[in-house]
């Protein structure tokens, strides 16, 4: 009987041998790839059915615990009975303590009344969800916030990012200062209207004024991710003081970015100073350039962001006005404001330069 199994595991070893032979490190390389790809896939897609679910399941449960308060009249206690009676049922589960039965009531209070953000909020983590829930409360802002996770894929961290640098009012409320609507088609422009912002935070490349622009570009450039994180959601980087030659010419361009959703071009110009129009029509003549000698033929018209220190709305106005290119204008800040509170408890410069004149004498 040994004997026949040892001849099987023999003729065993001597077909995948000859199979190994027959394939090459190419060809399997790519089949194990394929493989892998389809698992992944296959695992991601578990996982976020497993979190649709989940947001399903605690929006049912806030709406069970809100409706029998109301009917029963029953008080806070009732949270922290469930939670123990839960604990016991379901020991190996965790999502079931006092503080995420509260949070589970007040997420069904919050979207209850809102078909749309009711089905929205499935789609994203129940870690993100607490995260907007606790850190906004305009309804319009969480809406924003929630369909910017959706469709940009932010991680946690990268949301709670987006909403300290307050991206919402950056991006949505305020007055942007660009000629998208005229040199763009509709449903292009809406799109590089949301991708631009009226003032970007460049707090995280630890520069305060006053700088060269060369060195904001080189710090962009070597935080290129965050600077990536700031711009938005879609950029890729191509290069710094992009070279585009011409018969009698080189001209070089700060900043070029390609655009993957708007798929185009995008080229950013630095200036430290306030805006001037000649800024204007410098960015012009540069987008003129790439559209002529870099851009490829199944890609849009390249478009241009100017960010300056500071801007001036009736003038970027006027300095547009007539321009044929997408050009978009915008502030940035190197450090953040302080907040208002504690502007009040610091002393002002004319007070601290008297105490330090006070103390020599």
């Not at 078909?115 to 850190?135: K, S």
């Not at 409320?173 to 609507?181: E, V």
């Not at 404001?337 to 004319?350: A, I, M, N, V, W």
Request: charged share 30%.
């Amino acid at each position: 009987m040994s004997e026949k199994f040892n001849s099987v595991d023999a003729k065993t070893k001597t077909d995948v041998n000859i199979l190994e032979n027959n394939i090459t490190n190419k060809e399997y390389r790519q089949f194990l790839d394929e493989i892998k790809s389809k698992i992944n896939s296959s695992r991601i897609s578990a996982a976020k059915k497993i979190s649709h679910e989940q947001i399903l399941l605690y929006m049912k449960i806030g709406e069970l615990i809100t409706k029998n308060q109301e009917k029963n009249d029953w008080g806070k206690s009732v949270v922290e009975k469930l939670s123990k009676d839960l604990g016991k049922e379901y020991p190996s589960k965790s999502g079931f303590s006092s503080r995420n039965l509260w949070d589970m009531r007040r997420f069904y209070i919050e979207y209850k009344d809102n078909p749309i953000l009711r089905q929205l909020v499935a789609e994203i983590p129940w870690g993100h969800n607490l995260l907007i829930m606790n850190t906004t409360e305009d309804i319009k802002e969480k809406e924003y916030y929630i369909k910017a996770t959706i469709e940009n894929g932010w991680t946690r961290n990268v949301l709670n990012l987006q909403i300290k640098n307050n991206t919402y009012q950056r991006q949505v409320l305020s007055q942007k200062t660009h000629n998208f609507n005229k040199t763009l088609p509709k449903v292009m422009a809406e799109q590089a209207d949301k991708t631009l912002k009226d003032v970007y935070v460049l707090d995280f490349l630890g520069l305060t004024e006053p700088v060269l622009e060369r060195e904001i570009e080189n710090k962009m450039i070597e935080k290129v991710k965050e600077s990536i994180l700031e711009l938005g959601y879609g950029f890729a980087f191509i290069g710094n003081q992009y070279k585009i030659s011409t018969e009698t010419k080189d001209y070089f361009i700060d900043l070029l970015f390609y655009h993957r959703k708007l798929k185009c071009l995008v080229a950013i110009e630095l200036k430290i100073g306030e805006f001037k129009a000649e800024f204007a029509g410098k960015m012009n003549l540069y987008l003129n350039l790439l559209d002529d000698t870099v851009r490829q033929k199944d890609e849009n018209n390249s478009i241009g962001i100017i960010l300056c220190a500071e801007k001036d709305s009736f003038e970027v106005e006027y300095a547009l006005r007539g321009m044929e290119k997408p050009i978009g204008v915008a502030e940035f800040k190197l450090t953040k404001e302080l907040p208002s509170k504690l502007k009040d408890t610091l002393p002002s410069r004319e007070e601290l330069e008297k105490a330090i004149l006070e103390k020599k004498e």
